[in-house]
């Protein structure tokens, strides 16, 4: 059975970072494109990042450019989104994902995945 749990969400100010964790069971991480995709109340899910098993490239969302990056661990069978520069709009439930695509279409980025986790709430005070 395939399970993923992100961790590491808690209170932070603005400016501030934080630093999450994706655990998998049932499968080994780093044979998927693991994403990430958090979701703000009241508002749709965004997607934030996801890996390309092909070339080794991360996809980021503009809003997050330049401020999150994605790391891994294979011994652990971990990857981890750090979190810089925290803002009031990061705010949200950030939640990893398996088999991430990220589809550019004509009115906007369609992101797409097979399994996601439990996720983990993060809240920054300005």
């Known amino acids: 059975e395939v399970q993923l749990q992100a961790s590491g969400g808690g209170l932070v100010q603005a400016g501030g970072s934080l630093r999450l964790s994706c655990a998998a069971s049932g499968f080994t991480l780093d044979d998927f494109a693991i994403g990430w995709f958090r979701q703000a109340p009241g508002k749709e899910r965004e997607g934030v990042s996801c890996?390309?098993?092909?070339?080794?490239?991360?996809w980021y969302a503009d809003s997050v450019k330049g401020r999150f990056t994605v790391s891994s661990d294979n011994a652990k069978n971990m990857v981890y989104l750090e979190m810089n520069g925290l803002k009031p709009e990061d705010t949200a439930v950030y939640h990893c994902?398996?088999?991430?695509?990220?589809?550019?279409?004509?009115?906007?980025?369609?992101?797409?995945?097979?399994?996601w986790g439990r996720g983990t709430l993060v809240t920054v005070s300005s």
């Open positions: 890996g390309s098993r092909s070339d080794g490239t991360t």
């Open positions: 994902v398996a088999n991430c695509l990220v589809i550019f279409t004509t009115i906007g980025i369609r992101y797409v995945y097979d399994d």
